[in-house]
T-cell receptor, first 115, second 113 residues
Framework: DTGVSQNPRHKITKRGQNVTFRCDPISEHNRLYWYRQTLGQGPEFLTY????????KSRLLSDRFSAERPKGSFSTLEIQRTEQGDSAMYLC?????????????FGPGTRLTVT | QQQVKQSPQSLIVQKGGISIINCAYE??????FPWYQQFPGKGPALLIA?????SEKKEGRFTISFNKSAKQFSLHIMDSQPGDSATYFCAASPRNTGNQFYFGTGTSLTVIP
């Protein structure tokens, strides 16, 4: 399977715990995006990387959230001190950046439930 | 503030009919407009996309119509099938930025056999 993969697919955690999600992009893609999707809504942009550099963060990404993409390959998204409002689907997408906007391909997502 | 407004919220169509979903935007910096299909529990899958230099793009049963002056674009699904039942999202991305996508709120399509 050469698509975007995300692990775990589901995560249930108690409020206050830390969680980490992983995304493996399509191998030749140099851009990687994280989005959050709540029930009944479209995905909302969180942050993106070009290779290993994190170039933009949304205001939605509070200081409890951190993302990394070491060596420009896979990426991790960590949420510290989880809150019930963090419950959502966390989606990763990747693209091959050229001069103009290009297609983003999404992974299956990680569904987080904070109890 | 919702950058891309999508309607209707839900749509029921008979098998073989035409499904039409509309989106509108204000930001003239947007230069890429994709449509995504999402099934429950899955990530969004790219269906079709258009740039503002053309007014229409067709791929199989899916057509995007784009009206640059009105800042509107729509997805038409011809000969709708029960397997098309899903949630559809329009999106837009501005040029010369990180190319983040701004998504609409989604349309839940049900195709009745």
């Amino acid at each position: 399977d050469t698509g975007v993969s995300q692990n775990p697919r589901h995560k249930i955690t108690k409020r206050g715990q830390n969680v980490t999600f992983r995304c493996d992009p399509i191998s030749e893609h140099n851009r990687l995006y994280w989005y959050r999707q709540t029930l009944g809504q479209g995905p909302e942009f969180l942050t993106y990387f070009q290779n290993e550099a994190q170039l933009e963060k949304s205001r939605l990404l509070s200081d409890r959230f951190s993302a990394e993409r070491p060596k420009g390959s896979f990426s991790t998204l960590e949420i510290q001190r989880t809150e019930q409002g963090d419950s959502a689907m966390y989606l990763c997408a990747s693209s091959h950046h050229r001069d103009r906007t290009t297609e983003q391909y999404f992974g299956p997502g990680t569904r987080l439930t904070v109890t | 503030q919702q950058q891309v407004k999508q309607s209707p919220q839900s749509l029921i169509v008979q098998k073989g009919g035409i499904s039409i979903i509309n989106c509108a935007y204000e930001n003239t910096a947007f230069d890429y407009f994709p449509w995504y299909q999402q099934f429950p529990g899955k990530g969004p899958a790219l269906l079709i996309a258009i740039r503002p230099d053309v007014s229409e793009k067709k791929e199989g049963r899916f057509t995007i119509s784009f009206n640059k002056s009105a800042k509107q674009f729509s997805l038409h699904i011809m000969d709708s099938q029960p397997g098309d039942s899903a949630t559809y999202f329009c999106a837009a991305s501005p040029r010369n930025t990180g190319n983040q996508f701004y998504f609409g709120t989604g349309t839940s399509l049900t195709v009745i056999p």
